[in-house]
């Protein structure tokens, strides 16, 4: 035998042991058995999709995501007997023993702190929203707000992890990345899941953001989010160098696509057909992305809908109209992260702050989807990854003090994409501390997510490390009081 032709049967053998090793050895052979079944099941590659279990109310999402955790009982969960008893001791009866943050776990006191905000009724139901949230108040008839989320997670970054991956630990896929996997993507020229940062003026120094938040785990990679920047290139490396013409980097793409087709062939590693597809894909996008961009036709109307700041590349605004165009352009999921709403101190003026970058874009992507028919196939989704707590970090009566973080309640709100319009759902006792009816727990929202976009979260797994994963774990429950 040709001792090459042995070396490379010696190698492919190799690999597919050590996948079967690593627990994905029946995605392995599959995919070297027969790579296009592989690829049409979904085991790998960026093409062949699941498609959905049953037919889909929504064919994208919108995450808004407040990362740091807005404050629920100064935004959304009115306590007006709170102003009673602010200064007061939280009564041992309500924590039960709950543990807290090493933050507020030296005070000598857990003192109640009153909503510094004033609440007034909105909508047709009369609900009760925070003075901070004036743009809010007019979609409050096209949302359903959920006030009875709730995560065993009070630190940040397992908290927000969890949310986004299902898991505390880092690793695994995120939300984006599992519908991507699911369902592909509607639009050729543009990834199915693109990811905007921004930083809130309430607190600029507020809580990292990690990539791996928007990874795709143990997925293929052709699922992780890609990330948007606000200024110079909006994809890094996606331009070409100087001197680098369009027809140039054509036949480098192909010469280095011949060469991982080789790769590919030999080793049957649905990686090397990723990167394929990936560097046609970045191809593609040079041309797609500046025109995604380009707002020149925009009408001076949408500026003003979604407020002072919508000009501004970057900002919570301008990605929100960047959202809009992605949903118009076919893109699967897309997830705006905005930071700063870790109000431990400060928090009149850092919530005000958050608030006024935030509450106008919010509500006008939801109007201006409305507006343009995409609401009913688009869901939207505004929340953190937990609560505040109901009782002070620092002294009640200092302007400076704030609030600690609070897993065992937080308020979230859906609109479009076959959730129930305005709708409130769930309750919590009177001192916002836990919930009394109708407990969702993040993996309930989840496997509602799935559920809107037409994939039952039990069904939707991938083969790693011996058995089968999903978002949800091995919980999960369809909120379905909340659906249409």
Not at 214 to 232: M, T
Not at 238 to 260: C, E, F, I, Q
Request: aromatic share 8%; net charge neutral.
């Amino acid at each position: 035998m040709d001792p090459l032709r042995e070396r490379e049967l010696l190698l492919t053998r190799r690999r597919l042991f050590g996948k079967a090793a690593t627990g994905i050895g029946a995605a392995a052979l599959a995919s070297m058995l027969n790579p296009a079944l592989a690829m049409a099941s979904g085991a790998g590659g960026t093409s062949g999709p699941l498609m959905p279990h049953f037919a889909p109310k929504a064919k994208r999402v919108i995450y808004l995501f407040m990362s740091g955790a807005p404050s629920q009982i100064d935004l959304f969960d009115y306590k007006p007997k709170m102003g009673e008893m602010h200064g007061q001791d939280l009564p041992d009866s309500v924590r039960m023993g709950q543990r807290i943050t090493g933050m507020t776990s030296g005070q000598s006191r857990l003192q109640l702190l009153s909503s510094p905000f004033k609440f007034a009724q909105h909508g047709k139901n009369g609900v009760w929203l925070s003075e901070l949230l004036p743009h809010t108040a007019r979609i409050v008839d096209d949302i359903t707000l959920i006030k009875s989320v709730h995560t065993e997670a009070i630190n940040h970054d397992p908290a927000i992890t969890y949310i986004t991956t299902g898991s505390q630990q880092p690793g695994r896929p995120s939300l984006g990345a599992w519908l991507s996997y699911g369902l592909g993507s509607e639009n050729s020229d543009l990834p199915a899941f693109i990811v905007f940062i921004s930083i809130g003026s309430g607190n600029p120094n507020d809580q990292p953001l990690f990539d791996r938040l928007w990874a795709s785990g143990f997925l293929p990679s052709s699922h992780q989010g890609v990330k948007f920047r606000g200024s110079g290139d909006r994809v890094l490396y996606l331009s070409d160098p100087p001197g680098v013409s369009r027809s140039s980097r054509r036949s480098m793409l192909d010469a280095v696509a011949k060469l991982n087709r080789i790769t590919l062939d030999n080793f049957a590693d649905q990686e090397v057909n990723t990167r394929i597809q990936q560097y046609e894909m970045a191809y593609r996008m040079q041309a797609s992305v500046p025109d995604l961009t380009n707002f020149n036709d925009e009408p001076e109307s949408t500026f003003d809908l979604y407020g002072p700041e919508s000009r501004k590349p970057g900002s919570f605004a301008n990605n929100c109209i960047m959202a809009r165009r992605l949903a118009e352009r076919g893109v699967r999921f897309i997830q705006l992260f905005h930071r700063g709403w870790d109000q431990h101190g400060n928090l009149r003026n850092a919530l005000k702050a958050q608030c006024s970058d935030t509450d106008q874009p919010s509500a006008a992507l939801v109007m201006d989807l409305k507006q343009r028919g995409l609401l009913d196939d688009t869901l939207v989704i505004w929340g953190g990854e937990f609560g505040r707590t109901v009782y002070c970090q620092g002294n009640p009566d200092d302007v400076n003090s704030g609030r600690d973080h609070h897993g065992r309640n937080f308020c979230v709100w859906l609109a479009g994409g076959g959730i129930k319009p305005g709708m409130v759902y769930g309750s919590t006792d009177e001192f916002c501390y836990n919930i009394t009816e109708n407990p969702i727990h993040i993996h309930d929202l989840n496997a509602t997510v799935l559920h809107c976009l037409g994939l039952n979260h039990e069904r939707l797994t991938f083969p790693y490390q011996g058995r089968d994963f999903r978002l949800t774990d091995v919980a999960g429950k369809i909120v379905r009081d909340i659906l249409i």
